[in-house]
């Protein structure tokens, strides 16, 4: 194969890396449920997929409770995205996961 035909196809399969990854989350606040994010979208996004799992993790840890309803000061439904707001997979098994999910 010529290269330029290499270039070809890689340009039209190539799949774009995100430019930042960041964890989704959900807390109640005056009894309403909110999604929020970590960083926050106006603050620069973390740069590794794996940085930002392990910093969902622990929120999560750090937060959950072992009640089924959502306890005060609870991170909920915490995942990982990217720039564009797609749920990222989880790096040790490859599949979607959320931690804590309630609500």
Do not use: H
Not at 13 to 28: A, H, I, L, T
Not at 33 to 60: H, I, M
């Amino acid at each position: 194969m010529k290269l330029s035909q290499g270039l070809k196809i890689i340009a039209e399969g190539w799949v774009e890396k995100p430019k930042g990854f960041r964890v989704k989350y959900q807390e109640v606040l005056d009894s309403i449920l909110v999604t929020k994010y970590s960083p926050g979208l106006d603050d620069s996004a973390l740069e590794s997929d794996v940085t930002t799992w392990r910093y969902a993790w622990k929120l999560f840890m750090a937060t959950r409770s072992e009640f089924s309803e959502i306890s005060p000061d609870e991170f909920v439904n915490i995942t990982v995205v990217d720039d564009s707001d797609r749920q990222i997979p989880y790096y040790v098994t490859g599949k979607l996961v959320t931690f804590n999910i309630k609500g």
